[in-house]
């Protein structure tokens, strides 16, 4: 029997106070932590019953463990109690220096609130001390930062009594301690699903790089790693096998080069305004012998780690085939099909893009040439953007269609539109006399004799005395001339840069190239040509250019007799 004069019984209770301590710290889990606080309670602190109502994250409060009785353990373990319930419990009753004592003359309205509770029925006590089966003893438990963690609820002393001062110092005590042990296996236990996630996390992470380590390395098409940002921006740092196979270099050897340096010289440009994110492009890469290779190049953006380096990621196709098939259907469409030579429309297209509208003899005023020379351009992929200035601001140089330039190919005279034109106008000679004047001659040509070819000996024979005449043709102009097939046995030479007489002159060289004989299967053949020289100006339409020199040819025609004009 507990009294304050027995040191000795304080002695026993505090080596089994220190005892059922030092177990709370073995427990490896938060589950075996709680019944180990509620064993070292029946076992050492002398009560028969013991439970642990824990706090849940929602608030609420749950049997987490239960000893002393079986039966009560399988039917209040798991049972949930509302913290407001809990809360009015522990205002009531008297305070015992951090423990809760509601006895049982007040604790009979509690019997039909939510919280699990276990109770037998019992006599009145017959002496003050006595303990009641309906009094409620609770040890609330509190974390460092004063969140209660749960309540532990105790029940029957095995010695029949209420606890003393010692015997409540002692439950104040281990419910300090079970706190500590509680909240140490909390953290441990977080730490253990910390670790655990984390390596899952490592897991997924190791297989998402082998994952992409495979799919970059035998990827069918070309990959690349480049730099971004920095001194080394765009250097390429890893490249898979089918580029280094598709460009003929080693990885090693790649390693030392951007795409800014394998890229054609002429699609600088192109690669340049590709954007990293999302952008494409379609641009001819170097090979290793010296040729190039069409390729479609598709850019995203790659980050090594959440706020780590960026870098460029390139998915590079070969395109070579489609682009070979895409310059022959457009070779087809502006082409004629038996010569080779370009057909009407692209004749129409290369003299059509030498005229403007306004003739060379009318200036144009200041306002229509600033106006002329701010004119919206169309835009195309690779093209400068409107009024003819580039992305960056500076004035883009005027282009001229299949590479021709206002000095070579069909180029014409000095500028006459204003200091703001950038159109370089097409001048004709006034009269058939040379003045000195240089233009753009359009020759028109028509075969005498080509018909009774046809007629004699079969459209085979005719189609092979169209396939040597566009030939001798084009042998006997400049490299930077057009020679076109109109129609029928009708061709079209545009020569840029000639007088009046340089014109009749290569008429009569090229009169007398076609008037040699053919040979078409061991049979000779000959054909004649009359040749009308017309001259492109600005102020008159493709149209009326070619029904100029198509006049004069006639014209020409008729001065001769019919014998003359076959004998050429």
């Not at 969140?147 to 001062?165: C, F, I, K, W, Y």
């Not at 080779?340 to 290369?350: D, H, I, K, Q």
């Not at 001229?400 to 069909?410: A, D, I, K």
Request: aromatic share 6%.
């Amino acid at each position: 029997m507990e009294t304050e004069s027995e040191p000795y019984v304080r002695l026993a209770t505090l080596r089994q106070l220190h005892r059922v301590v030092a177990e709370l710290n073995t427990a490896r889990s938060l589950a075996d932590t709680l019944q180990t606080v509620v064993d070292g309670i029946v076992l050492g602190l002398g009560y028969e019953l013991a439970c642990v109502n824990l706090v849940r994250p929602d608030g609420d409060l749950v049997v987490a463990a239960f000893a002393g009785d079986p039966a009560a353990e399988a039917l209040i373990t798991g049972r949930v109690g509302s913290r407001a319930s809990w809360e009015r419990r522990l205002t009531m009753g008297e305070n015992w220096d951090g423990l809760r004592f509601i006895p049982h003359t007040e604790g009979w309205v509690l019997v039909e609130d939510d919280v699990p509770q276990w109770h037998t029925e019992g006599p009145d006590p017959r002496f003050e001390d006595e303990w009641h089966p309906e009094d409620r003893l609770y040890a609330p438990m509190y974390a460092s930062g004063g969140e209660l963690l749960g309540v532990v609820s105790v029940d029957r002393p095995r010695n029949g009594r209420r606890p003393g001062a010692w015997g409540r110092e002692a439950l104040q005590m281990y419910a300090f301690q079970a706190a500590i042990a509680i909240s140490n296996a909390r953290l441990r236990a977080n730490m253990q699903r910390a670790l655990v996630r984390l390596e899952r996390e490592q897991q997924a992470l190791r297989a998402s790089e082998e994952s992409f380590r495979q799919a970059f390395e035998y990827a069918p098409s070309g990959m690349a790693i480049a730099e971004m940002g920095g001194d080394q921006h765009g250097r390429l740092l890893r490249t898979n096998d089918a580029l280094c196979r598709l460009l003929g270099r080693p990885a090693s050897v790649l390693r030392r080069y951007s795409f800014s340096d394998l890229v054609h010289p002429e699609d600088i440009g192109t690669l340049l305004r590709t954007s990293a994110e999302g952008g494409r492009a379609e641009l001819r890469l170097g090979r290793r012998d010296g040729t190039y290779v069409w390729v479609s190049l598709r850019n995203s953006v790659v980050a090594d780690a959440a706020d780590g380096p960026r870098f460029l990621l390139t998915h590079v196709e070969d395109i070579e085939e489609r682009k070979r098939h895409e310059l022959q259907l457009a070779h087809r469409a502006s082409h004629d099909s038996l010569t080779g030579l370009p057909n009407s429309a692209e004749l129409r297209s290369r003299l059509g893009a030498r005229l403007c509208r306004r003739p060379q003899s009318v200036r144009a005023t200041a306002v229509e040439a600033l106006d002329a020379a701010f004119e919206t351009r169309p835009s195309v992929e690779g093209a400068p953007g409107e009024h003819g200035f580039r992305p960056d601001g500076f004035p883009e140089p005027f282009e001229f269609p299949g590479g021709m330039g206002p000095t070579g190919g069909l180029g014409g005279g000095p500028a006459a539109g204003g200091p703001y034109d950038h159109h370089v106008h097409t001048v004709a000679p006034a009269t058939d006399i040379d003045d000195g004047t240089k233009g753009l001659a359009v020759l028109f040509c028509d075969l005498d004799g080509f018909k009774s070819i046809n007629d004699r000996f079969g459209h085979h024979t005719g189609d092979a005395v169209l396939i040597e005449v566009a030939r001798r043709l084009t042998t006997g102009v400049r490299d930077g001339d057009t020679v076109a097939r109109l129609g029928g046995d009708e061709f079209v030479v545009l020569a840029d840069g000639l007088g009046a007489a340089d014109a009749a002159d290569l008429a009569v060289r090229l009169r007398n190239a076609i008037i040699p004989p053919i040979r078409v299967d061991g049979r000779a053949v000959r054909v004649g040509a009359s040749f009308g020289i017309g001259w492109a100006s600005c102020g008159m339409s493709a149209d009326e250019v070619l029904r100029s020199a198509d006049q004069r040819m006639y014209i020409e025609k008729r001065s001769r007799s019919k014998a003359h004009r076959r004998a050429g």
